[in-house]
């Protein structure tokens, strides 16, 4: 099941990102992306390799991505997705663009004219360098702005509202007519006064526009698999933290839970609306199996910030565990099971309820203190998708 793990060791990540980076920097070689009036000529409509192998790259990723992930063979909630900072995101590819306008060059290309000793490149890249300095010690003065309008993981498809096969086949519609009109474009500009030819003549062109289009309309058709599919795929790999019961959290440390700050605890019962509104921990939201399935709430719980905990609750556990299972292969992390039923939470704690009184529903952290330290093994720890970084090609 991809995607691959390349080990915890350094080696491993090393050479993978030395070979693809190779790879990137040769093929945009190969593109003509080391040349600068070949770039810039992209603002005058007369050359238009930068769209479109832009858009070639983009559209096979896609195409790749998930129709891998339709036939089970990738598992796309483990892909990384960039965090979006909506507004900054915008304006500072203003700054990006007006500067690549200006100097012919983004900082991905610059580095590729660099490394073939280029002066413009080489001039261009110093001033990435530096300007990425100026940044660096001037962010203070606007940091609420350019950690504004930010959202964890946020697809085109969730913007659109659409399915995943919908947006995908949108996306290689409209790369498909960018193609085409770039294409028409370039001739008009470099044979002026002549007649288009509207009608496409290319025959390897129109047999790669053929082969997209079919991949896309398969992950349409394909659609996302239900979650006992993705489980029988991807179950493999998460069985073993079941069957080890590393994922059930004991009663006191959901207790230590509760009471701290620095994590964000999201309580879901799966009980009935009865044994809820009889009692229910503080926080909880009741939901039902069926209900896991709603995209505003997986959405909302893939968008949990890395302190971010979610805790099932339910008095059946095989009940709990088929929850479980559901949310692990829709992407959800720090994904934990309260190891016991509800109907046992007031009998577990009587022997230390003798006393003052407390409300078990909003459990004090006063309440750990009448168990020794080794009354529970910790099982919640806390794991984030690993974050990549980038810059412009």
């Not at 991505?65 to 483990?78: H, Q, Y």
């Not at 993705?230 to 019961?245: E, H, I, S």
């Amino acid at each position: 099941m991809l995607p691959l793990d390349l080990g915890s060791g350094k080696l491993g990540p090393y050479l993978a990102s030395l070979l693809l980076g190779f790879a990137f920097g040769f093929v945009l070689e190969l593109a003509g992306f080391g040349n600068s009036k070949k770039l810039a000529a992209q603002f005058y409509f007369r050359d238009m390799t930068v769209l479109k192998v832009m858009f070639t790259g983009i559209l096979t990723a896609c195409l790749l991505v998930f129709f891998s992930a339709a036939i089970g063979i990738l598992d796309f909630s483990k892909i990384f997705v960039n965090q979006t900072y909506l507004w900054p995101g915008i304006i500072g590819g203003l700054v990006m663009g007006v500067g690549f306008v200006i100097g012919g060059y983004c900082p991905g290309t610059s580095a590729v004219s660099a490394a073939s000793l280029k002066l413009d490149g080489l001039f261009f890249l110093g001033g990435t360098v530096v300007g990425a300095g100026v940044f660096g010690e001037t962010v203070d003065s606007y940091e609420r702005f350019w950690n504004s309008s930010y959202t964890e993981r946020l697809l085109l498809s969730d913007w659109l509202g659409w399915s995943i096969g919908a947006t995908v086949l949108g996306v290689t519609l409209l790369a498909l007519a960018m193609f085409y009109g770039a294409e028409k474009t370039e001739w008009a500009l470099a044979h002026p006064g002549q007649k288009i030819v509207w009608a496409p003549t290319n025959r390897r062109y129109v047999a790669g526009a053929a082969v997209a289009l079919s991949a896309a309309l398969a992950v349409w058709g394909l659609g996302e698999p239900s979650p006992e599919e993705k489980w029988a795929r991807l179950g493999v790999q998460y069985q073993p933290l079941l069957d080890n019961r590393e994922v059930h959290v004991h009663p006191l440390e959901y207790v230590k839970t509760w009471n701290d700050s620095a994590v964000k605890l999201i309580t879901l019962d799966l009980r009935s609306p009865e044994a809820f509104e009889a009692f229910h921990l503080s926080g909880a939201q009741n939901v039902t199996y069926e209900g896991l399935g709603d995209k505003e709430l997986l959405f909302s719980l893939n968008q949990l910030p890395a302190n971010g905990v979610v805790i099932l609750v339910s008095d059946d556990e095989a009940a709990a565990v088929r929850a479980w299972k559901r949310l692990k292969v829709s992407g959800v992390t720090n994904l934990y099971l309260l190891d016991r039923a509800m109907t046992e939470w007031s009998p577990f704690f009587e022997p230390v309820s003798h006393g003052p009184h407390f409300d078990l529903t909003r459990p004090p952290t006063s309440v750990l203190d009448a168990f020794p330290k080794d009354a529970f093994v910790p099982r919640i720890k806390l794991k984030t998708s690993r974050r990549a970084a980038g810059v412009c090609s």
